[in-house]
């Protein structure tokens, strides 16, 4: 059974895809927004108006993370990080093939949440291999061992919705 497409996607994701990305994108603003009106009244509750946007006019830029062969994994950063406050952002990456995200790494206080939208490849958590398609989510905790990558025979790339939210006495 294959996905309906758009007539205008544009970067070919699939009408589920972007149902994920809008339906994961609201429970995570819908919880940071829900914390944030049962705090204290003096805390940052961010902006007071949201956005609109399309993923087709959002640019690809590089991320922080650089492939063993010098490559950045590349991204299309939806929402900038901490617009919202404790929200690292939301954006789509795309993981080309033989790239990956390694060595295993973990954060301290980040929560970090993917969605994977196209594509195959390869996520550790905690020293398990899964391998991962159109379909999967994942859910990494503070402290938890992960690490992504895309096998060089995979015969295209691989998307996934990212995002996150720190946790935390704040420092």
């Known amino acids: 059974m294959s996905s309906l497409r758009l ?3 544009n970067n070919g994701l699939s009408v589920n895809a972007k149902l994920m990305i809008a339906f994961v994108g609201g429970i995570l603003f819908s919880s940071i927004f829900h914390i944030g009106f049962s705090s204290s009244k003096s805390e ?6 949201g956005i ?4 087709a ?3 690809v830029r590089p991320t922080s ?3 063993d062969l010098g490559r950045p994994i590349t991204k299309q950063q939806l929402l900038e990080p901490f617009v919202v ?12 093939p033989g790239q990956n995200m390694m060595p295993v790494h973990e954060h ?14 390869i996520i550790q958590v905690n020293g398990v291999d899964h391998k ?8 990494m905790a503070p402290h938890e061992p992960h690490g992504i990558w895309i096998p060089k025979d995979n015969k295209g790339d691989m998307k996934m919705a990212v995002c996150g939210v720190v946790v935390g006495e704040k420092k």
């Open 57 to 59: 006019d959002t640019p």
């Open 85 to 96: 406050p404790n929200f690292v952002g939301y954006s789509v990456a795309t993981f080309k």
């Open 132 to 139: 991962v398609s159109p379909g999967t989510f994942l859910h």
């Open 7 to 9: 007539p205008d996607s």
């Open 108 to 121: 301290e206080s980040l929560h970090e949440f993917f969605y994977v939208l196209e594509g195959t490849g």
């Open 52 to 55: 609109v946007t399309r993923l």
């Open 44 to 49: 940052d509750l961010g902006p007071t108006k």
């Open 65 to 67: 993370h650089i492939d």
